[in-house]
């Protein structure tokens, strides 16, 4: 099975500040990642799909890299719309998806 | 617009069952492929199942492999998950999801709140 990690667990970061969450997995996945932005109560929303396309109506604030094992998504500067928990999902071994355990983004 | 709205959560007791619904509209509900994501309190997202969007095959996490059920019926719009032995573990909010290409979870309902409790 493939494992995901993400890194940090949490992060507290002030308004414009640029924001990084890694994802790694524990084999290679090609591009076949995506990430996730749930805010607390609601559903996820995603974000970022084939590890570095922006899912329409997303701002560009919003950006992901990386191919392999090792991803990074990057929220260019922070603002209190973004705080929310990350979640990175990889797809390479269809039609099981996995998630990573979350990155919780708060205000400094 | 495109809208999942889950029904059927509630609490039940370990080893008993309950069957969940998500009714879909706005999208052609049989051409897409379908998924159940749950999350326990405070915890993060656990992929549960994934049904064709033609019912003909079907995949389950392994940690309800054997105990869950994923269905559809294409005429009605709706998804179910039968969840029988349920476990004090399986407390979580549950939601429904639609794939796109069947690689990322493109739509989503808003959850059911599941509690396995005596």
């Known amino acids: 099975d493939i494992q995901m990690t993400q890194s940090p667990s949490s992060l507290s970061a002030s308004v414009g500040d640029r924001v990084t969450i890694t994802c790694q997995a524990s084999q290679d996945i090609k591009n076949y990642l995506n990430w996730y932005q749930q805010k607390p109560g609601k559903a996820p929303k995603l974000l970022i799909y084939d590890a570095s396309n922006l899912e329409t109506g997303v701002p560009s604030k919003f950006s992901g890299s990386g191919s392999g094992t090792d991803f990074t998504f990057t929220i260019s500067s922070l603002q209190p719309e973004d705080i929310a928990t990350y979640y990175c999902q990889q797809y390479n071994n269809l039609p099981i998806f996995t998630f990573g355990p979350g990155t919780k983004v708060d205000l400094k | 617009q495109v809208q999942l709205m889950e029904s059927g959560g509630g609490v039940v007791q370990p080893g008993r069952s309950l069957r969940l619904s998500c009714a879909a509209s706005g999208l052609t509900f049989r051409n897409y492929g379908m998924h159940w994501v749950r999350q326990a309190p405070g915890k993060g997202l656990e992929w549960v199942a994934v049904?064709?969007?033609?019912?003909?095959?079907?995949y389950y996490g392994d940690s309800v492999k054997g105990r869950f059920t994923i269905s559809r019926d294409n005429s009605k719009n709706t998804l179910y998950l039968q969840m029988n032995s349920l476990r004090v573990e399986d407390t979580a909010v549950y939601f429904c999801?639609?794939?796109?290409?069947?690689?990322?979870?493109?739509?989503w309902g808003q959850g059911t709140l599941v509690t396995v409790s005596s």
């Open positions: 049904i064709w969007y033609d019912g003909s095959n079907k």
């Open positions: 999801a639609s794939d796109r290409r069947s690689k990322v979870l493109e739509y």
